[in-house]
């Protein structure tokens, strides 16, 4: 398949994931030995518009583990000719000129997708605007639900959070949902739910969920709880009690044993550190995980030029 541009989780077939699994646990072996000179001749930029610690951090430190070479800007808002006036479409013109791969991650929705129309090197989605998708933050958190959880059919999901504007449960949930016998539960303040267009996405594939505000009956017969912020802020109604999407001791009480709690982080008050020392609690893994699946796509796109 064609694999260019990576800009949303759909792109993925499941062979593809399959293949990018493969090559992932490969990478965490070439990690362990300190990394490799295979792609020594390679450069990624990468250029973002907002903060970023794992993404920015795990690629760079992805394309220096396979021997590359990095350019970077944290804040092309400020640090690139943005401060100028010059538009998404012309610094990513010029970048190609510089860089193998352009790893982006943009204001607003729909900003990879631009870049991608006028690239002469791949781009990579990095996470994009509100609500829109972080397809390479899915790809580490299907890996780490495959690792720590040896299948990924037949699974009870539980994705917990702002929802509507939630671009890594949303990139997820697509790509989940590739996978048979998935079950999603969306839990979430009303105002905050998954919006249509998952949900058309999932009709059209008959893909089992349900809509739920109150976590306490569901989680302790989910396999996975992925959590995520919410932002109090965006709540017209202020006597909402969000601490009932809190994971905490009482939690993990009535969590199955061998549940996982996973996070894309960085976290707020949502998961209370006590949680850290529990063996469900995966995050910390799930994160490092970005290192090895970031370097294994990259090394995709690069073999397959
Ligand atoms: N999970 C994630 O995207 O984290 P950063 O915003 O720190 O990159």
Not at 48 to 55: A, E, I, L, N, V
Not at 70 to 88: C, I, M, Q, R, Y
Not at 90 to 110: F, K, P, S
Not at 251 to 263: C, D, E, F, G, T
Request: with cysteine; hydrophobic share 40%.
């Amino acid at each position: 398949m064609n694999l260019r541009h990576v800009i949303e989780s759909q792109q993925f077939t499941v062979p593809l994931l399959l293949e990018l699994f493969d090559r992932t646990r490969r990478m965490e072996a070439v990690v362990a030995r300190g990394g490799t000179k295979d792609y020594e001749r390679r450069i990624m930029a990468t250029l973002f518009y907002r903060s970023s610690t794992r993404t920015r951090f795990s690629f760079e430190a992805a394309m220096h583990r396979l021997g590359g070479q990095v350019l970077s800007t944290e804040n092309g808002n400020e640090f690139s000719s943005a401060v100028k006036g010059e538009s998404l479409e012309d610094t990513i013109r010029i970048l190609g000129n510089y860089a193998d791969v352009i790893v982006l991650r943009h204001t607003e929705e729909g900003g990879a997708h631009r870049a991608s129309l006028v690239s002469p090197v791949p781009v990579i989605n990095a996470g994009e605007g509100e609500g829109g998708q972080h397809p390479t933050q899915a790809l580490l958190d299907l890996y780490t639900i495959h690792r720590e959880c040896k299948t990924l059919n037949g699974l009870s999901v539980a994705l917990i959070g702002a929802l509507d504007v939630g671009r890594t449960a949303r990139s997820l949930a697509y790509l989940l949902s590739k996978f048979e016998r998935v079950k999603f539960w969306f839990i979430a303040p009303p105002e905050m739910q998954v919006k249509p267009d998952i949900l058309a996405y999932l009709d059209k594939y008959r893909v089992q969920y349900e809509l739920l505000s109150d976590p306490a009956k569901v989680l302790p017969t989910v396999d996975v709880v992925y959590q995520t912020r919410i932002d109090r802020e965006r709540l017209q109604r202020r006597d909402i009690d969000l601490s009932v999407y809190n994971i905490d001791a009482n939690v993990l009480r009535a969590l199955k044993p061998n549940a996982v709690i996973m996070h894309p982080l960085p976290r707020s008050v949502e998961i209370d550190p006590a949680v850290d020392a529990d063996p469900r609690a995966v995050y910390f893994r799930q994160a490092r995980n970005g290192l090895f699946v970031r370097m294994a796509l990259l090394s995709i796109l690069f073999d397959r030029e």
